[in-house]
C-alpha cells in the first residue's frame, strides 16, 4: 500500500475529509481494513481507551504457554581425555605459580633492603659526578680481573684533582686581574682628556 493511502487511512481516522475514501472501499480491500485497524488501535492507545485491547491475564497466558513448550533433555558432552589432563595440570601447576610469586616478591624484599643499606654507608663518602673519561684521560679497564685501588689511592687521587682544580682557579683569577689591571690605565688617560 503506498504512503498516500496511509495518509488517507490517517485523515479518516481523524475525522477530515479525504477523497476517493469511503467506509465501502475500506471493506473491499482486506490491506488497507487491517492498516484501519492498526491506527485505530494506535489512537486507543494514544487516549489511554485501550480496555479491551490489552489482556490482564497476559502473564498467566504465557507462563502456561512455556509449560506447554516441550522439554529438550540432552545429554551432557563426557569431558575428553585432553581436557582433564589440562585441568589435572592446572590443578598442579597452579600452587607452584603462586609459591613462585611469593618467593619473587620475598627476594626483591631482600634485595630492597640490602640496597637501602648500602646507600646509607655510601651516603657517608661524598658521592662525585659521573665521568666518561678521568682526569687522566684512560679509562679504567672493564673486566672482573681488574683490582679495585685502595681507598688510600682514591682519596690520594682525589686530592690531586681538588689541587688541579685549585691551579686553574688560581690561573683564572690571575687572569682577571691582569685584563683588570690593563683596562685601568686607558681608563685613567681617558679622564684628562675630559
Do not use: C, W
Not at 585441568?87 to 631482600?110: D, E, H, N, R
Amino acid at each position: 500500500m503506498s504512503n498516500k493511502n496511509s495518509e488517507s487511512i490517517s485523515a479518516f481516522l481523524d475525522s477530515y475529509e479525504t477523497e476517493g475514501l469511503s467506509i465501502d472501499d475500506l471493506k473491499q480491500d482486506h490491506q488497507q481494513l487491517d492498516t484501519f485497524g492498526r491506527y485505530h488501535m494506535i489512537g486507543d492507545i494514544m487516549r489511554g481507551e485501550t480496555g479491551q485491547y490489552i489482556m490482564p491475564d497476559l502473564a498467566n497466558n504465557i507462563a502456561v504457554a512455556i509449560a506447554a513448550e516441550p522439554t529438550v533433555l540432552a545429554p551432557q558432552k563426557a569431558p575428553s581425555l585432553a581436557h582433564r589432563v589440562k585441568a589435572k595440570v592446572v590443578q598442579f601447576t597452579k600452587p607452584a605459580g603462586q609459591f613462585a610469586i611469593a618467593a619473587s616478591a620475598a627476594g626483591l624484599m631482600v634485595l630492597g633492603v640490602q640496597q637501602a643499606n648500602v646507600v646509607e654507608e655510601e651516603s657517608l663518602v661524598p658521592s662525585q659526578v659521573f665521568q666518561p673519561m678521568p682526569f687522566g684521560g684512560v679509562a679504567d679497564p672493564v673486566s672482573y680481573n681488574f683490582e679495585k685501588p685502595s681507598i688510600t689511592q682514591q682519596k690520594q687521587d682525589l686530592i690531586k684533582r681538588q689541587q688541579k682544580l685549585q691551579a686553574i682557579l688560581l690561573d683564572h683569577q690571575k687572569q682577571i686581574k691582569l685584563q683588570a689591571s690593563s683596562s685601568q690605565p686607558e681608563q685613567r688617560q681617558e679622564q684628562p682628556e675630559k
